[in-house]
């Protein structure tokens, strides 16, 4: 079963605005990722933030991770039509220093930057 | 650098044949995994592997079977298909797992499976 879940399923916005995707899970976590799907392609590796970070950066992405809530968010500033794509958050449910070895991700959630 | 590469990417079998996946990695990762993807799904693990030698059950692993013979390959068979396979699988790799559990994957372009 799914460990991840992305809120919301689907998201259309204008080129320039931000983009902000939600990921709810249930057990607790070594690392959460996020990845991205151009249609027809393999995922893409985004970010990844370990349990004992709150928040990370990378170029126009942004991740909140809160334990606590077992939520995370992806934030994408100022996106671009080249942006348009789905973007899955995936959850490491091991215990700390015993990685499960594997990856559990969400459904996804379907970004349509339109230009 | 190729990085993870599938083959077939496309295949149509009727039910009841077999065949088996290829995916190839030359980025000398440890950690392999079978992934199927469906619509309204996401992705699902079917098997994995921690080195080479050895495999594991995901999610999902009833009517597949794997192998890694070899530390750059993994194979995902279907003895027996059913249309209920009908699917896209996508390979990945990634690097040992550290302190804080499972590292980036590498994905490949994915085999888009339809039995009929």
């Known amino acids: 079963s799914q460990q991840g879940e992305e809120d919301p399923q689907a998201l259309s916005i204008q080129e320039g605005e931000n983009a902000t995707m939600n990921c709810s899970y249930k057990t607790s976590i070594n690392n959460l990722q996020w990845y991205r799907q151009n249609s027809g392609r393999g995922l893409v590796h985004l970010i990844l933030i370990r349990s004992n970070e709150r928040e990370k950066h990378s170029g126009r992405l942004r991740v909140t991770l809160d334990t606590s809530k077992k939520s995370s968010s992806l934030l994408i500033t100022a996106s671009r039509a080249a942006d348009t794509a789905s973007y899955f958050c995936?959850?490491?449910?091991?215990?700390?220093?015993?990685?499960?070895?594997?990856?559990?991700f969400g459904k996804g959630t379907k970004l349509s930057v339109i230009p | 650098n190729a990085g993870v590469t599938q083959t077939p990417k496309f295949r149509v079998l009727k039910t009841g044949q077999s065949m088996t996946l290829l995916c190839a990695q030359d980025m000398n990762h440890e950690y392999m995994y079978w992934y199927r993807q469906d619509p309204g799904m996401g992705l699902r693990l079917i098997h994995y592997s921690v080195g080479e030698g050895t495999t594991a059950k995901g999610e999902v692993p009833d009517g597949y079977n794997v192998s890694r013979l070899k530390k750059q390959n993994f194979l995902l068979g279907l003895e027996s298909a059913a249309p209920s396979q009908t699917s896209v699988y996508f390979c990945?790799?990634?690097?040992?797992?550290?302190?804080w559990g499972t590292g980036e994957l590498f994905f490949g372009e994915g085999s888009r499976l339809t039995v009929l």
């Open positions: 995936a959850t490491d449910g091991g215990l700390k220093g015993a990685g499960s070895y594997q990856l559990t």
């Open positions: 990945a790799s990634s690097y040992s797992s550290g302190e």
